[in-house]
């Protein structure tokens, strides 16, 4: 059985989100890669020894200005 209930298709967690402070849910966009539902943060997930959550950083070069 699977050992947490997953309401999306989407894996949904709780942290803490270090952009906003908050225990945040974070919902994965990809296997690595969660986004705060409080403050809309990107982040990624980082395992070594403990989970983390680091803000992703989004390059200036890769934001379209129009
Ligand atoms: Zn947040």
């Given at each position: 059985?699977?050992?947490?209930?997953?309401?999306?298709?989407?894996?949904?967690v709780t942290g803490?989100?270090?952009?906003?402070?908050?225990?945040a849910v974070l919902v994965?966009?990809?296997?690595?890669?969660f986004r705060c539902t409080?403050?809309?943060?990107?982040l990624?997930?980082?395992?070594?020894?403990?989970?983390?959550y680091?803000?992703?950083?989004?390059?200036?070069?890769?934001?379209?200005?129009?």
């Amino acid at each position: 059985m699977p050992h947490k209930y997953v309401k999306f298709k989407a894996e949904v967690v709780t942290g803490q989100c270090p952009t906003c402070g908050q225990n945040a849910v974070l919902v994965s966009l990809a296997s690595d890669h969660f986004r705060c539902t409080t403050c809309g943060s990107d982040l990624k997930q980082h395992i070594n020894g403990k989970i983390s959550y680091l803000p992703v950083m989004v390059s200036p070069d890769k934001i379209e200005l129009s």
